[in-house]
Structure formats: C-alpha cells, structure tokens
C-alpha cells in the first residue's frame, strides 16, 4: 500500500487479556517505530527496530510489552495481561532510513482495557 | 537527555491572524533533526518539516514558516493568515537518538 497501515483500528481488550498489534509499513522503508499515545497527550517512544534488529527498546514500559519484526518488514506490538493503563492509540511509523529522515504515520490503533 | 518543550497547550485565533508556536528543546548530542507533524482531528500525524543542527536558515512555504535558533534551542513555527483547516494539534519533535515528541500545541482557528 501507498502508507503505513495498522490493524486493528480499534480494539477492547478485557483486563488481563493478551492483544496483538499489527504495522505494515512503506515498503523499502527500513526503520519502523512504535510510539504510546494517551489522550491529550504527545506520542510516547516505544521502540525502534532497523530492519529486524530492534536498536532500542527503552521506551518499553513493562516486561508485558514485546515487539518484533522478523523479517525486516511487518512489526507485531504485543501486549501481554493488558491493565486498564495500558489504553491509549498505538501509533506506528516508519521512515526511508534511519531516525533522521522523515517518518510517515498510520492512523493508529486505539486501545481500550476495560 | 533529550527533551521537547512546548509551552503552548492550547491556542486559539480568529481566522487570518497570525499565530506562532514555540518550542524548545534540549540535547547533549552536536548532530540532530527537528521535525515539526500536525495531527488533525483524524489522528495521523503529517510531517511538515525537517531540519539538521547545521543548517540555522530560516524556512518559508507558503503560509508555513520556521525560525531555527541554536543560540537559544528554538524551533518555533508559524502560520501566517491562519485558516479553520489549520486547526489540529502541533507537535515539535526531536531526532538525536530516537525520534522524541513534544506534548503538542493544540491550535483551534475560529471562523
């Protein structure tokens, strides 16, 4: 596709169950970040891979919070034994090369933990 | 450390006033980008501009404009002739060793 598609748009996830978020970024492009988006708030750096290789992972809140990219292309946000602080829009991007290149947004996947 | 300030929560213009959003931001690094993206109401973020820690010149397109000062760790970004479709969320941003986001600028222009 022309952008960075996420799946689902939304979901609800009852607390304690384990979700899965799904980025499909431009193609050709080699870095891919996931960022946490609270309500009112700026998007929070989750993670950041180059290719398969994820460079940076401190932005990872818990040990619930795991991402891949196993074949330097689609990337899984998966969250295990959500809590109702983990709501927020998962926003994925990804960029030509590189942090320092222009970084090309989906439209997010909205969480909420009830 | 990186950080992104933008003081600014939340503005509000009256259609074709002028309106300039500030931000500050701080690094220990010698090479990094400042990115301005705007979020409207449908969520995603649309990148508006990039530039290097090298190159302090002053950038116009169109109504957009950027003032870019080392000497006082600004990036402040201004519209001229505000219209309602620039109504969305401003978000600076910081690329030194990962990409850093302000807390956004909310701009609400009224009819």
């Known amino acids: 596709g022309a952008g960075v598609s996420q799946s689902p748009r939304y979901k609800v996830a009852k607390r304690g169950q384990d979700v899965a978020l799904r980025c499909d970024p431009i193609?050709?492009?080699?870095?891919l970040f996931w960022y946490q988006q609270a309500l009112g708030q700026g998007p929070e750096f989750l993670t950041y891979?180059?290719?398969?290789?994820?460079?940076?992972k401190s932005g990872l809140p818990s040990d619930r919070f795991f991402a891949e990219r196993p074949e330097g292309s689609v990337s899984t946000l998966k969250i295990q034994r959500t809590q109702q602080e983990d709501s927020a829009v998962y926003l994925c991007?990804?960029?030509?090369?590189?942090?320092?290149?222009?970084?090309?947004f989906g439209q997010g996947t909205r969480l909420t933990v009830v | 450390a990186q950080k992104v300030t933008q003081a600014q929560t939340e503005i509000s213009v009256v259609e074709k006033e002028d309106v300039t959003l500030d931000c500050v931001y701080e690094?220990?690094?010698?090479?990094?980008?400042l990115f301005w993206y705007k979020q409207p109401p449908s969520g995603e973020l649309v990148f508006l501009i990039r530039r290097n820690s090298f190159d302090e010149q002053n950038e116009i397109s169109g109504r957009y404009s950027w003032n870019f000062q080392k000497s006082t760790s600004s990036f402040n970004f201004t519209i001229t002739a505000s219209q309602v479709v620039d109504s969305a969320v401003y978000f600076c941003a910081l690329s030194a060793n990962n990409l850093f986001f302000g807390t956004g600028t909310r701009l609400t222009v009224i009819p």
């Open positions: 690094t220990r690094d010698t090479t990094y980008y």
């Open positions: 193609s050709g492009h080699v870095s």
């Open positions: 991007a990804s960029s030509l090369q590189g942090i320092w290149t222009e970084a090309f």
């Open positions: 891979f180059q290719n398969e290789a994820q460079l940076d």
